[in-house]
């Protein structure tokens, strides 16, 4: 069993700022990729920003220079450091992880995982 738990979402006028953490536990051999989605109500969810074990990051186009991806894999986990927050980032933000194992030499594949959502909302 693998868990996510994330925390940090909230409350916050225009302008300021949150940061969501979210631990991966449980039945870990190595996480590949881990990543903060986000879905509004009437949209889809999408990707906000991924990064990898090596250090890769991406962005979303509408959060870049506002928003902050990191890592600590001694704790198996991941941050998002929002700031400058608009209304339009208001949604339930998920975290993401894709974690691989292998049996010996035997690769067994990359399996996904997602947390419960914290809602994030941003009053004008």
């Known amino acids: 069993q693998v868990q996510l738990v994330e925390s940090g979402g909230g409350l916050v006028q225009a302008g300021g700022s949150l940061r969501l953490s979210c631990t991966v536990s449980g039945r870990i051999l190595i996480i590949n990729r881990m990543g903060w989605y986000r879905q509004?109500?009437?949209k889809q969810r999408e990707l906000v920003a991924g990064i990898t074990s090596?250090?890769?990051?991406n962005?979303?186009?509408s959060v870049?220079?506002?928003f902050t991806i990191s890592r600590d894999n001694a704790?198996?986990?991941v941050?998002?450091?929002m700031n400058s927050l608009k209304p339009e980032d208001t949604a339930v933000y998920y975290c993401a992880a894709t974690l691989y194992y292998c049996s010996g030499d035997v690769s067994l594949g990359e399996y996904d995982y997602w947390?419960?959502?914290t809602q994030v909302?941003?009053?004008s």
């Open 54 to 57: 090596g250090g890769t990051i």
């Open 121 to 123: 909302t941003v009053s």
């Open 75 to 77: 704790k198996n986990t």
């Open 40 to 42: 509004a109500p009437g």
């Open 115 to 117: 947390g419960q959502g």
């Open 59 to 61: 962005y979303a186009d």
């Open 79 to 81: 941050y998002l450091q």
């Open 64 to 66: 870049k220079g506002r």
